[in-house]
């Protein structure tokens, strides 16, 4: 298992990261630190350029990250058509940031850049998941 | 060491749909780079073809095009960083040529876009990103500059009627322009009452997919001299990059490897920003304009928008920019424009300029990014 059914489109599969989508079904949202010189990550790697190590553990994002910059994009490429318009965004959590979309229950208008976040797994259908920025 | 110039710039027409094929659309840039050169196709030595990948069923461009303008059995090869990547190519001929192996090289670009249909394009564009982690959310070209304008907006107060004025003026240029694609002057509510591509970025906010494609002939100094009236010498080069991931992005008020490019080319060339009197910047979105203007110097962070409405970008102001109409105006064949952008220079600092001509040219700069800020090219000219 890798990330088969992750996001709405999967561009490719295999990845040495793939525990992220059994935390993710989990219920979790995961980053990875490195062991050797506390480095965070986010996209999670095994990797770290730094220490040139794979010793690395995962950790939660939990708790409250902020709101960086936002786009409703009305326009979606092929394969995300049924899915536009939906709103892009990028939040800054604890070490790392990430690239997610905002729940639908937050209309354009109640957006505001540096608003507080959370990132919460999201379940899609057909058994797809993935992960979204709701209200903290 | 060998100074390096560059003896001649060409390029098609841009277009919504060319109705040739790639190898055509290069030897039309091709034929015109070498016009008025002294240079026999033999004699160039070596070519880069510079082009974004996934737009041609064509396997391997280099080779084919290389065949179609006469240039075997010299060689040549691939150079990519999507929207950048024929100024790299430029970046690669300069290295070869300084370091002796090739003294004449032609350099590229050409993409024709309409191969695919308009979201189709926009798929690939995605696929620009971080295909694991981003692309799946439905990331796009536009949509991470529009996280660029937002954050922008938030900081400095840079209004949406602000980013329009950018079209505004290059639409003014565009419309002299005859390889340009949109030549129709548009006014201020044109822009704003325009469909929300991505917000803040409206349809006229945006560049258009275009077909197209340019060639730079760079030659040996000693040499370049000989074969043109004018050589134009590359005085200033500066690379960099930045995170594919909008998640490992620092700064969204910035491009940082256009930052970095730029303090590497005017340390280069030994000149400051208020020396450059005229420029070409990568205007894939109004809001790329702006980051520009900060990202080289020309205004301090959050005071772009006050250099253009100042109409200090403008032809008779401090620092002209995009006189020719910018991707904004010329649309935007993604391995074509870095050289599109060269050439415009090229022939402002040889005072041929058919659009907007500076007067007294004597040093210009080119920025060229790839992305949504993955790479950064920025190039000094000097005649």
Known sequence: ?136 | MAEVAIVGAGQTAFSRQCGVNIRELSFEAFKEAVEGVDVAVKDIDASIVCSAPEYDKQRSPASLISEYLGLTPKPTFYVETVCSSSTTGLRVAWSMIRAGLHKIVAVIGFQKMSELSSRDAAERMGRGGDIIWESPFGLTMPAGYALYARAHMAKYGTTEEQLAKVRVKNSHYGATNPKATYRKELTLEDILNSEVITSPLKKFDCCANADGASCIIVARGDIARRMCAIPIWIIGLGAATDTMSMAGRESLTGLRCAQEAARQAYKMAGIRPKDIDVAEVHDCFTISEILAYEDLGFAKPGEGVKLLEEKQTYVDGRIPVNVDGGLLSKGHPIGATGGSQIRTIVRQLRRQATEAQVKAAKIGLVHNIGGIGQYGNVTILGR
């Open chain 1, 1 to 136: 298992m890798g990330f088969e059914n992750f996001g709405t489109v999967t561009f490719t599969t295999e990845a040495k990261t793939a525990d992220f989508i059994n935390y993710l079904g989990a219920g979790k949202v995961m980053a990875t630190r490195c062991k050797k010189c506390g480095a965070t990550y986010f996209p999670p790697r095994l990797d770290c350029p730094t220490c040139l190590s794979s010793e690395v553990e995962w950790f939660e994002v939990a708790g409250k990250g902020k709101l960086r910059s936002y786009t409703r994009v009305n326009y979606g490429p092929s394969g995300f058509e049924a899915d536009a318009p939906y709103i892009l965004a990028l939040g800054e959590f604890d070490g790392v940031q990430i690239l997610a979309r905002l729940s639908r229950d937050i209309g354009e208008n109640d957006i505001e850049v540096g608003m507080s976040l959370k990132v919460s797994p999201l379940k899609l259908p057909e058994g797809r998941l993935a992960y979204e920025f709701r209200r903290a």
